[in-house]
């Protein structure tokens, strides 16, 4: 398994290549202190999986999609700071398929690594309590899953997607529209069946996905009705 290591702190990068040279199945191809350095790496070497502080000095999030549109097979392991779920989920919309926290053990970033090698996708507990303290599920973060059908909605159901994705209770949707909460919540029925999604992370996956809320401005509700 080649591996770029793709973060501007030299200690990080050591502390990543110290933790995986006894592995005799990893080679690391290069390691990256910015985002242009990252795009010469993997254009010239090639890569299985990219180890990535996205949010570290010299990079952005954006380098992702423009490596993963040419290179479909690569898979990214983000290891950064704390982040809020948003920024969590912006992150794996974009392409990150496993998430571990900087602080955590050698041991567990290098079982990461192994596992995101093998294409599956592994969170650090503290990575999976941000995101189900924002009742989200790791599953339904799976843009797949929209199927590219044209979906016919209401611009009342449009409407009610965007207070949803912005975090709104199905009380608080009521009040803004002046309709009462049963009709939002037939309303919220009905939107789920026409996306095939099975809660509200899937609606604000679609809302996020189709531009109809920017992923650096959507919040999550912390107590859904419904």
């Excluded at 596992?115 to 650090?124: H, I, V």
């Excluded at 009040?175 to 009709?183: D, G, I, K, V």
Aim: charge should be negative; include cysteine; proline fraction near 2%.
């Amino acid at each position: 398994m080649n591996i770029v290591i793709a973060d501007s702190n030299e200690l990080v990068r050591l502390g990543i290549r110290t933790a995986m040279k006894n592995d005799a199945n990893v080679e690391i191809v290069g390691e990256a202190c910015s985002s242009e350095e990252l795009l010469e790496i993997i254009a010239n070497f090639g890569a299985d999986v990219i180890v990535i502080d996205y949010t570290a000095d010299g990079f952005e999030i954006d380098v992702l999609p423009k490596i993963l549109t040419v290179y479909k097979d690569l898979k990214v392991l983000a290891i950064t700071p704390e982040q809020s779920a948003s920024t969590l989920v912006n992150a794996l919309k974009l392409g990150v398929m496993s998430y571990v926290k900087k602080d955590c053990s050698l041991a567990e970033i290098v079982d990461a690594v192994k596992e995101t090698g093998k294409g599956n996708k592994f969170f650090c507990g503290q990575i999976l309590e941000t995101i189900q303290e924002a009742k989200l599920d790791v599953d339904d973060i799976d843009l797949d899953a929209f199927s590219c059908e044209p979906i016919i909605l209401s611009k009342r159901e449009l409407e009610i997607i965007v207070l949803i994705a912005e975090g709104n209770t199905n009380g608080a949707i009521a009040e803004q529209l002046f309709l009462s909460n049963h009709t939002i919540n037939t309303h919220r029925k009905n939107i789920m069946s026409k996306l095939g999604v099975r809660n509200t992370a899937g609606i604000v996956m679609y809302a996020v996905k189709t531009n109809l809320i920017s992923p650096n401005k959507f919040l999550f509700a912390r107590d859904v009705e419904g």
